[in-house]
């Protein structure tokens, strides 16, 4: 069991940002310490929407506590993901340094939530420039296909595209999701590390619920944290998002709660 402190969105309604990754995180078994970079009703994409970001000084104001009380030695990994202003990537970054000042080996997996297919960016354009400054701070970031064409400034249209688009951050691991495939009716959840990639494929479909890269990223963090290798949290991960992705055929939202059973396991 691993202690992990997240950063991302909170909603009401729905599995995106906080409201996917806690419950998932906790149900393979690992203690979460959450904060919430907002607070919504749901996920903007419904015609129906209202919430605000949470204060920066909020935030800081309790972060300070963990800092002062010494409990961020006992932080083993840090899951980040919306971040909807400058000033909150900045607070991340400032996270980040903390936890690595307290704890070494901390692992960071920074999931840079900005935006996605069809629509391009769905955060602040400076938002999204400052998010680059997280990349060479992270272990691994976990990108879509947009998320990587717009980090690595390189087209991103197949899979020789992401091996090169990897490459061109300055990061050593990227694991990028829903990307394209050596097969036209798949998309691949691609690990590249330094020369070497890893592929767990999945059928594409045409529309998916919101929230699939937040649970992804969760379900690889928490598997990760327990088997402390990869290539096996790779297919775990991805053998878990297809599960919920069966079940969530047809809503509006991910059932998440529904196929814990399926998983967790």
């Not at 906790?26 to 996920?43: A, D, E």
């Not at 929407?49 to 963990?66: A, Y």
């Not at 990223?217 to 297919?235: E, S």
């Amino acid at each position: 069991m691993a202690t992990i402190l997240t950063l991302s969105s909170q909603v009401i309604k729905g599995h995106v940002g906080n409201s996917a990754s806690v419950f998932i995180l906790q149900r393979l078994g690992h203690t979460v310490w959450p904060f919430h970079t907002t607070y919504f009703s749901n996920h903007p994409g419904y015609p129906y929407f209202d919430g605000e970001h949470i204060p920066i000084s909020l935030l800081q104001k309790t972060f300070d506590v963990f800092i002062k009380s010494s409990a961020l030695k006992n932080v083993d990994a840090i899951l980040s993901g919306y971040l909807p202003t400058v000033e909150h990537v900045n607070f991340a970054r400032h996270i980040f340094e903390e936890v690595k000042a307290a704890n070494p080996k901390a692992y960071i997996l920074c999931d840079p939530t900005m935006g996605d297919d069809p629509k391009g960016l769905y955060i602040d354009r400076h938002a999204a420039e400052s998010v680059k400054q997280l990349i060479p701070l992270a272990d691994l970031i976990t990108p879509n296909r947009f998320e990587l064409e717009w980090l690595s400034e390189s087209p991103v249209h197949s899979y020789d595209d992401v091996v090169h688009a990897c490459d061109l951050l300055p990061i050593k691991t990227v694991l990028s999701t829903s990307s394209p495939a050596k097969t036209p009716y798949k998309i691949d959840n691609h690990l590249r590390e330094g020369s070497r990639s890893w592929v767990a494929s999945l059928e594409r479909k045409d529309s998916i619920p919101h929230g699939t890269g937040d649970c992804f990223a969760a379900l690889f963090l928490g598997f990760l944290l327990h088997t402390h290798d990869q290539t096996k949290a790779l297919i775990q991960a991805t053998e878990g998002i297809a599960h919920i992705l069966k079940a969530s055929s047809g809503r509006d939202e991910l059932d998440v709660i529904g196929t814990q059973g399926q998983w967790a396991c």
